[in-house]
Nanobody
Framework: QVQLVESGGGLVQPGESLRLSCAASGVFGSIYDMGWYRQAPGKQRELVAAITTGGRTNYVDSVKGRFTISRDNAKSTVYLQMSSLKPEDTAVYYC??????????????????WGQGTQVTVSS
């Protein structure tokens, strides 16, 4: 089983920065795409940033130039550096990783795994 544990959320003032981390643990093979999503109250969950195995990134327009996603494959960890935070960035942030696993019977599969979510609140 694969577990994703997030950290780094909190309460900050507008213009400040936060760094989110998400580490995978458990028994798995390879980790492919990684991403960060967020869900604000009353809104649908949206993709904030994603990074491929090769390091290619993409961002939702509202965070371009302010957020940076990165990954450390040796640590099975994905990061989201958030700068110039705005009140509209307030949400629960979730990480997602696409991981391969092999069951005891030898069945190979690739599935998406989610973190538990971490609250980011931007308020003066």
């Amino acid at each position: 089983q694969v577990q994703l544990v997030e950290s780094g959320g909190g309460l900050v003032q507008p213009g400040e920065s936060l760094r989110l981390s998400c580490a995978a643990s458990g028994v798995f093979g390879s980790i492919y795409d990684m991403g960060w999503y967020r869900q604000a109250p009353g809104k649908q969950r949206e993709l904030v940033a994603a990074i491929t195995t090769g390091g290619r990134t993409n961002y939702v327009d509202s965070v371009k130039g302010r957020f940076t996603i990165s990954r450390d494959n040796a640590k099975s960890t994905v990061y989201l550096q958030m700068s110039s935070l705005k009140p509209e960035d307030t949400a629960v942030y979730y990480c997602k990783m696409k991981c391969s696993t092999t069951s005891r019977s030898g069945a190979f599969s690739i599935n998406d795994y989610w973190g538990q979510g971490t609250q980011v609140t931007v308020s003066s």
